[in-house]
């Protein structure tokens, strides 16, 4: 006689699907919404393929049917960034459920990688107009910025950075999530749209290829 977590796997199996590591109870997971917002989350229950969701920042009241189905679950792990979505019932505001898991794509965790290169940026908190700032540095999960020691610690703001005149702005919302004495914020994500993200991403490749040009270029002089 199989367990139920064993014949889930064997439907998995025949519908195609390959099997998905879980997340573990109390495990810290992210929450990504329709409207591109991450939610920090928790995972309080796991019972075979099916998961209890605790959100530590609660979801709108309502939310229709096509947009549960576009929840993604995201969650580190020695691979990278897992995302994974599902069947999802919002139980309560601050608890969702989600069966029948599987695997939506697996973002390597070079994505993340930290670039130091000055951009312009305009940040404005709580539409209260624009305050020109520039990157420190870059990565696919945040930014820090110069010139915004007003900001304390948990403002949130909107951005718009410009990687290229000929390109529009990367937008989204963010969280300074600390600050120093020399008045750089640095700034997580809470919502940028998957578009803005593989463009973000795209140029920290660039960014990162131009470096190693540079340095093999420098190698080769210094050889010489």
């Not at 549960?68 to 459920?97: M, P, Y």
């Not at 463009?199 to 010489?224: A, H, P, S, V, Y």
Request: hydrophobic share 35%; glycine share 8%.
């Amino acid at each position: 006689m199989k367990l139920p977590w064993q014949r889930d796997a064997d439907a998995r199996a025949q519908d195609g699907r390959s099997p998905v590591e879980l997340p573990e109870p109390s495990q810290e997971v992210s929450v990504a919404m329709p409207d591109g917002e991450r939610l920090p989350a928790r995972v309080a229950k796991r019972e075979g393929d099916e998961l209890l969701i605790l959100m530590m920042v609660p979801a709108k009241d309502t939310m229709s049917d096509a947009e549960l189905r576009e929840i993604v679950l995201e969650l580190t792990s020695a691979k990278g960034l897992v995302r994974l979505a599902g069947d999802a019932v919002l139980e309560d505001r601050d608890l969702l459920r989600i069966k029948d898991l599987h695997s939506v794509d697996i973002l390597q965790r070079r994505e993340y990688v930290r670039v130091q290169t000055s951009r312009p940026v305009l940040v404005s908190i709580g539409g209260r107009g624009h305050v020109e700032s520039s990157s420190v540095d870059l990565s696919g999960g945040g930014m820090l910025l110069g010139g915004l020691e007003h900001l304390p610690v948990g403002s949130q703001l909107e951005f718009r950075l410009t990687t290229d005149a000929d390109s529009p702005p990367i937008t989204g919302t963010g969280r300074v999530v600390r600050s120093d004495h020399n008045g750089r914020c640095a700034i997580a994500f809470r919502s940028i749209s998957e578009g803005n993200r593989r463009r973000l991403i795209r140029f920290l490749f660039d960014c990162q290829r131009e470096e190693r040009r540079k340095g093999l270029l420098l190698e080769t002089e210094n050889g010489n």
